[in-house]
């Protein structure tokens, strides 16, 4: 069976680490729908300070804190948009996740049968680094 209603992430990219985003996105579902909102870090781990040999990292990971605190999980509601398809927006502040760490973002909801969902994968840099 084909979904008749669903939920999209806009475009994500590169986002910097300590500093706030609003994750927006589009559905066809009606204004106040609830959509279920997650995520965190792909690789659920402790993160340890990066180990540098000669100028390099050795491993691929620099954060500040424990990356299983990077997750979330929360219902936002849907919103009119007269320009089109209705809109939904969830913030996240990346202060202390992983540099150079893949995140995801996941978009579903419980509350209504066949919707397709979203996911989208994202990587956290030092802010002021390309």
Same mark, same amino acid.
């Given at each position: 069976m084909?979904?008749? %209603?669903w939920?999209?992430i806009?475009?994500i &990219?590169v986002?910097? =680490?300590?500093?706030?985003? /609003?994750?927006t996105g589009?559905?066809?579902l009606?204004?106040?729908?609830?959509?279920?909102?997650e995520g965190?870090t792909?690789?659920?781990?402790s993160?340890?300070?990066?180990?540098?040999?000669?100028? %390099?990292?050795?491993?691929?990971?620099?954060? &500040?804190?424990?990356? =299983?605190?990077?997750?979330? /999980?929360?219902i936002v509601?849907?919103?009119?948009?007269?320009?089109?398809n209705?809109?939904?927006a969830?913030?996240i502040?990346?202060?202390?996740?992983?540099v150079?760490e893949?995140?995801y973002?996941?978009?579903?909801?419980n509350?209504?049968?066949?919707?397709?969902?979203d996911?989208?994968?994202?990587?956290?840099r030092?802010?002021?680094?390309?």
């Open positions: 084909v979904p008749k %209603s939920i999209r806009d475009p &990219g986002l910097n =680490q300590n500093e706030k985003y /609003n994750i589009t559905t066809n009606p204004p106040g729908a609830e959509i279920l909102v965190g792909d690789n659920v781990h993160c340890h300070p990066p180990e540098l040999r000669n100028g %390099s990292y050795l491993n691929d990971t620099q954060c &500040g804190w424990n990356c =299983q605190l990077a997750s979330f /999980n929360d509601h849907v919103v009119h948009s007269v320009q089109g209705n809109t939904w969830y913030s502040n990346t202060e202390n996740w992983c150079r893949s995140y973002i996941h978009v579903s909801t509350f209504q049968e066949n919707v397709s969902s996911i989208k994968v994202f990587t956290i030092k802010a002021g680094t390309q």
